[in-house]
T-cell receptor
Framework: NAGVMQNPRHLVRRRGQEARLRCSPM?????VYWYRQLPEEGLKFMVY????????ESGMPKERFSAEFPKEGPSILRIQQVVRGDSAAYFC??????????????FGPGTRLTVT | RKEVEQDPGPFNVPEGATVAFNCTYS??????FFWYRQDCRKEPKLLMS???SGNEDGRFTAQLNRASQYISLLIRDSKLSDSATYLC???????????FGTGTRLKVLA
């Protein structure tokens, strides 16, 4: 049973380019969460999605960042016009149930984005 | 004040030692609590959930103190492989957000 998959594992972009990060949840999981981790800092919640719905995007920067989880295919975190400050590790997590009930979530290996 | 606070460490302990970490949380309405482990440059991995009655899994014991708003993790008979950063995670009641502490770094020495 494959775990949470993320790709690419490493992504290098120049300032101003777009970054697309993909996440496939564990089989049977329909809830996806994106987190950002800056060096030497904790994970920061960005967005929570269910299939075709954004449930909570209160952790997303207001501009340049968007996320989707289509009916078919992986969840995508998209960062437009990247800047150096976007360099971080981006982790995706999935859970079988929504977390409002206190369920457990499982993490993918992350995508390390470097903006040059 | 941060919503979830941890001593960053590092805690350097010899193999076989017992070590304990605490984590305090500020929102008294928090409902769910977890310990995750994160190795350098890897993803967080669930270590254990923390229940009101406390729980134990092998060498690991987790406790919740609601009155003082902290959770603890005790590791007995430390192994070299226990060296990692331990993340305290709290679910903000009624929301989908998990709040992560910045972690406590443990180094078990031979």
């Amino acid at each position: 049973n494959a775990g949470v998959m993320q790709n690419p594992r490493h992504l290098v972009r120049r300032r101003g380019q777009e970054a697309r990060l993909r996440c496939s949840p564990m089989k049977g999981h329909s809830h996806v969460y994106w987190y950002r981790q800056l060096p030497e800092e904790g994970l920061k919640f960005m967005v929570y999605l269910q299939k075709e719905n954004i449930i909570d995007e209160s952790g997303m920067p207001k501009e340049r960042f968007s996320a989707e989880f289509p009916k078919e295919g992986p969840s995508i975190l998209r960062i437009q016009q990247v800047v150096r400050g976007d360099s971080a590790a981006y982790f995706c997590a999935s859970s079988p149930n929504g977390l409002a009930g206190g369920g457990e979530q499982y993490f993918g290996p992350g995508t390390r984005l470097t903006v040059t | 004040r941060k919503e979830v606070e941890q001593d960053p460490g590092p805690f350097n302990v010899p193999e076989g030692a017992t070590v304990a970490f605490n984590c305090t949380y500020s929102n008294s309405a928090s409902q769910s609590f977890f310990w995750y482990r994160q190795d350098c440059r890897k993803e967080p991995k669930l270590l254990m959930s923390v229940y009101s009655s406390g729980n134990e899994d092998g060498r690991f014991t987790a406790q919740l103190n609601r009155a003082s708003q902290y959770i603890s993790l005790l590791i007995r008979d430390s192994k070299l492989s226990d060296s990692a950063t331990y993340l305290c995670v709290v679910n903000r009641a009624g929301t989908y957000k998990y709040i992560f502490g910045t972690g406590t770094r443990l180094k078990v020495l031979a």
